[in-house]
């Protein structure tokens, strides 16, 4: 250990004696093989890693330019590495030492229920929900902007002492105690040193240095996930019903590592270390950013690495739809969750002076208004006045008038406040065509609702037509028995950049209009001049469908307490449906036409938790399997050595396998569409978890331009844990020119029990 500590000080003495004053923080990735094997003490990764930070601090102090370095983060359980600020002189020397990967950049990631759990078939007392399936301790650990522990949704009323292999604790800060844990919320920790790095320190009249959540969608997640069944539940009076997480029993474990400007990676990775430290065993992340290849996917390393020690990670897939590759969190051995409506709704309508009406949405809870004179643009005031920005509004021009506000810029309430601070008496907010027919319902502070970019149109049309507009807005409250599932226009779409090779994102969840828990001292709209105070709100997002699926893959892990996440993904998938309560295909609110949602939109589908707690057979995938699939990418050897940590070697490349054969449960084809008879050939194996004795036949639904082979066309089991392989091949016709850029089509085993379906996506190139 000498020796190396020695060699150490002579790399950073030299770095530091020219070392520029400028720094950026850096995840540090390093090989723990080749760390531990230059040290005395194997395993003693910590305290090498301190020498290497001590070194460099130390020889700083030889250069007045240069500030003592401040270590960040060591990460031990997920990743081997450490954060740290570092000048670009320290770096270079840094990489030169024998066990570097990689130094990326830190950046700032961004955040991505009454009626869900029966809308998902959960019924207390039956299935799922029965008292010996919610009878074990789950602990979900929710990765977000902290937690309101005092709220009704966390009490621990009933429930048993915290289990002794939890390892977690609850960290002091602003306005949070270790006694604001119980036996529901077992642990609470706060990571702000990345951010701070960013943003400076955080001020604390704006928001708590500590677990305790200000902006609400922390709170949201984990209650959305784990929260207690509460009764009269509601948003100003609307959505009432039983308030409950999927998992209701499990216990919470926040992770605060998002704040008011977003979350830093070395925040993430910090929180998700020591979160699979702790012991949890799922964990839900409802954030990321742009995708990128695994080996620079700080939150794909360590997912990976959560992974392998059988922690199940779900991920939200983003909110950049209806665009297409927009899908993020695309590793495979992340759950990457999409968005869908449910079939409850909170409908407006909008009556302009000429007669015609449209269907709005809106949480508003006043009255409806009159039929006011109606503004929009330059007869609203000056520039930014279609957008309603802030100042933008001429109090002469809008009092008592009812305003059209376009989309853009601020936020959808902001544009409210500002029509009620210049005096308006309502907002009609408009879609643009990017935004197209979807509709939220937020909680204006205002008579407010949204329209769709057709009524948008209409109404613009309308206002610049005639001599005096008007228009009234009639609020209806709540509906249920609405056309559901049906893809939210602003979830991210397929196919992947970074592996095309498999279908992301994996399933879809309820993500529009969603009730949980929510701060009392955040406000609803989260404007400051809204001094409103409730106990549950509803929001939208991919960050709300995420933590849906984490509750549902804790509900799993209760019954089959031996499947691998990769088991627990594939039964969500092979089990999830993709037709309406209509009994139509789901459809996609950002299509501009009225074609059915695809893969690409859903995955393998809506989920449906009853029937993936007995899916019949399964797809399961080793640590291996994912790391022979990385070889099959063509990475080199240290980008693999990110994740594999430094004890993995590809196999010769004549036995690579190719990517297309990760035992996943849903199949992508890349193939030429002017090629004939071309063809790919895959791989898989399926492990019997239904009943003893059964038989598969195979049925294929042909995607357009594609001929589907599957060899043997049945499987028979003899015993439950057998495993069987087929294989699929896909073979291009040719000849005709492939109308669209994908086809799509699906791969079923059935038996008289089981249905196990696999959605086949094909890119044509």
């Not at 406000?523 to 960050?543: A, C, E, H, Q, Y």
Request: proline fraction near 5%; charge should be positive; charged fraction near 15%.
């Amino acid at each position: 250990m000498m020796l190396w500590t020695c060699l150490l000080l002579l790399a950073f003495m030299a770095a530091s004696s020219v070392a520029s004053v400028g720094k950026q923080t850096y995840i540090i990735h390093m090989d723990k093989t080749k760390i531990t094997a230059s040290d005395d003490t194997p395993g003693n990764a910590r305290k090498w890693y301190e020498v290497v930070i001590d070194s460099m601090s130390e020889n700083s102090y030889e250069d007045e330019q240069v500030s003592p370095l401040e270590l960040l983060y060591i990460y031990e359980t997920t990743i081997s590495g450490f954060a740290a600020q570092l000048s670009t002189k320290q770096l270079e020397s840094l990489k030169k030492l024998n066990g570097f990967l990689s130094a990326i950049p830190d950046e700032m990631l961004s955040l991505h229920t009454t009626h869900t759990p029966l809308f998902l078939g959960l019924q207390p007392g039956r299935g799922l929900w029965s008292a010996s399936s919610l009878a074990s301790d789950v602990i979900i650990g929710i990765v977000d902007t902290g937690i309101w522990p005092e709220h009704v949704s966390f009490k621990d009323s009933g429930m048993p002492k915290v289990p002794s292999r939890w390892k977690g604790v609850c960290e002091k800060g602003t306005n949070f105690s270790r006694s604001s844990c119980n036996k529901k919320l077992i642990g609470a920790r706060a990571f702000f040193k990345g951010y701070e790095a960013f943003a400076g320190r955080i001020n604390e009249t704006l928001d708590y240095r500590s677990p305790r959540d200000s902006e609400g969608h922390g709170t949201h997640t984990a209650s959305t996930a784990a929260g207690n069944l509460v009764h009269s539940a509601s948003l100003f009076g609307v959505a009432k019903g039983v308030a409950s997480g999927m998992r209701y029993t499990s216990r919470v474990a926040a992770y605060k590592a998002c704040w008011t400007a977003g979350c830093a990676n070395s925040d993430i990775l910090a929180a998700m270390d020591r979160a699979v430290a702790d012991g949890v065993d799922v964990l839900s992340l409802s954030l990321g950013g742009i995708s990128r290849p695994y080996y620079s996917d700080n939150v794909a390393i360590a997912s990976f690495g959560a992974v392998q020690k059988g922690v199940f990670v779900s991920c939200s897939a983003g909110n950049s739809g209806p665009f297409s590759s927009s899908v993020g969190n695309t590793a495979p051995w992340i759950m990457t969750v999409a968005a869908s409506y449910i079939d409850r709704s909170f409908p407006t309508k909008v009556k302009l002076g000429n007669g015609k009406t449209f269907e709005g949405s809106s949480l508003y809870s006043g009255e409806r208004t009159k039929q006011l004179p109606l503004v929009y643009a330059s007869t609203a005031g000056g520039i930014g006045a279609n957008l309603c920005l802030d100042g933008s509004l001429s109090p002469k021009l809008v009092k008592g008038k009812i305003v059209v506000c376009e989309r853009g810029i601020n936020s959808r309430t902001q544009k409210g406040e500002q029509v009620k601070k210049a005096g308006g008496a309502g907002m009609l907010l408009l879609n643009t065509e990017d935004e197209g027919e979807e509709l939220f319902a937020d909680p204006h502070i205002l008579p407010a609702t949204s329209l769709g970019a057709s009524a948008g149109k209409a109404v613009k049309n309308y206002v610049g037509s005639a001599k005096t507009p008007t228009a009234s807005v009639t609020f209806k409250g709540m509906v249920y028995g609405n056309t559901a599932p049906a893809m939210a226009a602003f979830s991210s779409r397929g196919p992947s950049l970074v592996g095309p090779d498999v279908i992301k994102p994996d399933v879809t969840a309820p993500g529009v209009n969603i009730l949980a828990a929510w701060p009392p001292k955040t406000s609803p709209s989260l404007l400051n001049t809204d001094k409103r105070s409730v106990m549950f709100n509803i929001i939208s997002g991919t960050s709300m469908s995420c933590p849906h699926v984490s509750g549902l893959a804790a509900l799993l892990k209760s019954v089959h307490k031996r499947w691998s996440s990769a088991a627990i993904k594939s039964a969500l998938m092979t089990t999830a449906y993709t037709v309406d309560n209509k009994r139509g295909p789901i459809a996609d609110v950002g299509s501009n036409t009225s074609a059915p949602a695809t893969p690409f939109a859903f995955g393998s589908g809506h989920v449906d938790p009853q029937s993936a707690a007995n899916p019949g057979l399964i797809y399961d995938i080793s640590s291996k399997d994912y790391l022979n699939y990385l070889c099959s990418l063509n990475y080199t050897s240290s980008q693999i050595a990110l994740l594999s940590r430094g004890n993995f070697t590809c196999p010769n490349k004549a036995v690579f396998e190719p990517a297309g054969n990760l035992n996943y449960p849903s199949f992508a084809v890349i193939l030429d569409e002017n090629a004939r008879k071309v063809s790919v050939a895959y791989k898989r194996t399926v492990t019997n978890v239904g009943t003893p004795r059964s038989t598969y036949v195979v049925k294929v639904d042909e995607p357009v331009g594609l001929s589907v082979t599957v060899e043997p066309r049945s499987l028979t089991f003899g015993n439950l844990g057998e495993k069987l392989s087929y294989s699929v091949r896909f073979t291009a016709l040719g000849g005709k020119k492939i109308s669209t850029k994908f086809s799509f089509g699906s791969l079923i085993w059935m038996s008289e029990l089981y249905t196990v379906r696999s959605p086949i996506a094909v890119t044509w190139q």
